[in-house]
């Protein structure tokens, strides 16, 4: 049988894991774990048990989450033990599955919050069938978080290779990608950049999709260099309703058959309740979700747009609202610039003033004051930062995206 997971120096096949799931009578519905095969046949054995599920980070302090039970956590308690005769069995029953799965969100605006959520609302955009088999993921998300249990469900419920680069290094990925011979992967912007500067193309990966945060012109080209022969992919997705619409470059299209379940209101996308999981934290108009993304319309009639930036992060600064997106894209054009994060500091004067942190490509050297004659002309004087600062590396949230 063909290998389910690749971990280090670790592989696991799919025989290996029918039999697990068939001689297993417990399973813990609240987990924490670092283990990724523990992680998987866990949250397998919930499902096809129809279950209720619990899934945590592996590094989570319990003190960002309120409403848990710490005592019931990595706790086992028994199940119905089932025998399955083929793979496919055991695909067709974590598919019909009615087990509840409550995850949470990275906190990247604020603390956690929970989510539930059903195998149809995270398989929405799983694709099975013959043209989807034989692929090798690379798995590069947190597995508890909504990104992460897409690419699994895609790659299982199509008896596919996952190989786990989750929080590697970039020499170590570099390494999987030639060793593993990776035909998919799916990542966020950041993670991309951590993989600059190009110094060898893998030519075996043929799709590349990006999410979780706004991508950049310059990005895409770099992609397209260290993966020649891949489609690129830009999807819209969040842990309150999943993956939703996909682009090729930065504008997304509505599909026809969901045209209805989206508004537009003072620029923010709201998306219709019955594409959501269910929590007791979602902000409505009517029956329509906040999501606190602003788009603009690049083609209203034909339900095409892009994103502008979180509502909840523009910067005031003297009286002036900042995006920091619309910063970010600008000193990411700069060549040797490798990362930007652009953030408002409080100011007793100023309300805020604006922020930059840059990561600067290895070998290469800039000066504040190269950055600020590049800024000059580019920006409007009131959104170039008044501090500049060069670091070594970025914090990171549990989905790998960049801290703010």
Known sequence: MSVFLKDLDKVYRYEDLLYRINHSSVYKPCIQTSDLYDFFTNFLLGLVSDSPLVLLDADLNFSELSGLNVREINIEKSVVKKQYATLEDLVKAVQTSLSEITIFTSGTTGQPKQVRHTVPTLTRSVRIGAGYRGQVW?????PTHMAGLQVFFQAFENLNTLVNIFNRSRSEVNAVLESAAITHLSATPTFYRLLLPVEKAFEKVQRVTLGGEKSDRKLYDFIR???????????YASTEAGSLF???????QIPENLSGKFRVENSELLIHKSLLGESESFQYSGDYYRTGDLIEWVDESKGIFRFKSRKNELVNTGGYKVNPEEVEAVLLQLEGVQQAVVYGKPNSVLGNVLCAELKVLPGMELTELQIRRYLQGKLQDFKIPRRIKFVEQFLLTRTGKIKR
């Not at 690379?138 to 947190?142: D, L, P, Q, R």
């Not at 996909?246 to 997304?252: K, Q, V, Y």
């Open 246 to 252: 996909a682009a090729r470059g930065e504008n997304f």
């Open 225 to 235: 260099q260290l993966f020649p022969c891949a489609k690129i992919n830009n999807v």
């Open 138 to 142: 690379g798995f590069a998300y947190n």
